[in-house]
T-cell receptor, first 114, second 113 residues
Framework: ETGVTQSPTHLIKTRGQQVTLRCSSQ?????VSWYQQALGQGPQFIFQ???????GRGNFPPRFSGLQFPNYSSELNVNALELDDSALYLC?????????????FGAGTRLSVL | AQSVSQHNHHVILSEAASLELGCNYS??????LFWYVQYPGQHLQLLLK??????LVKGIKGFEAEFIKSKFSFNLRKPSVQWSDTAEYFC???????????FGKGTKLSVKP
């Protein structure tokens, strides 16, 4: 168990819709990152939040956005869904000790866009 | 830009065989290196990590990896695999200044009983 939980586990949407994925991190883990894992690929970094502010972003368009809340939960929002957004979305959290720099992953939300 | 290459897409071994999965990264500065494992239907789990010091690191479940700086490599090894090692293995890197991980495409390991 990593202490990181994600919901829902599976989701089916149609092209053009909007989706919100949720993540709950361990208490004290004030850094959360989101990754997209397409079929047959490794996870790709979407963005990172630290103390409720985005402080790093990968090569994803602005229709991918996020929020982090004081209670160690966070959201990934995707607008105007495209077929290529179908993937496993992973949330990962880190504690305050950056020297350890270990990310703990949730089991993911599998999003299918039809 | 940083990148990670994993040489093998799918490896099939019999139980008790030895395992070595290749990983190379491209980045000129200080890096942290990781191997994660993803069992079917489960979350990514950290196998081992290298930050500094002894380049031979030991992880959970009998896995080890060796950091060879001159070759930009961080290969994963296990002397004798078990059927329960069937999973997908990901090599990942981040730099000291950035928290996000750069992953390779993964290697699927199938162990025949």
């Amino acid at each position: 168990e990593t202490g990181v939980t994600q919901s829902p586990t599976h989701l089916i949407k149609t092209r053009g819709q909007q989706v919100t994925l949720r993540c709950s991190s361990q208490s004290g883990h004030n850094t959360v990152s989101w990754y997209q894992q397409a079929l047959g690929q490794g996870p790709q970094f979407i963005f990172q939040y630290y103390r409720e502010e985005e402080n790093g972003r990968g090569n994803f368009p602005p229709r991918f956005s996020g929020l982090q809340f004081p209670n160690y939960s966070s959201e990934l929002n995707v607008n105007a869904l495209e077929l290529d957004d179908s993937a496993l979305y992973l949330c990962a959290s880190r504690g305050p000790d950056l020297a350890k720099n270990i990310q703990y992953f949730g089991a993911g939300t599998r999003l299918s866009v039809l | 830009a940083q990148s990670v290459s994993q040489h093998n897409h799918h490896v099939i071994l019999s139980e008790a065989a030895s395992l070595e999965l290749g990983c190379n990264y491209s980045y000129g500065g200080t890096v942290n290196l990781f191997w994660y494992v993803q069992y079917p239907g489960q979350h990514l789990q950290l196998l081992l990590k290298y930050f500094s010091g002894d380049p031979l690191v030991k992880g959970i479940k009998g896995f080890e990896a060796e950091f060879i700086k001159s070759k930009f490599s961080f290969n994963l090894r296990k002397p004798s695999v078990q059927w329960s090692d069937t999973a997908e293995y990901f090599c990942a890197v981040n730099s000291g200044s950035q928290g996000n991980l750069i992953f390779g495409k993964g290697t699927k390991l199938s162990v025949k009983p």
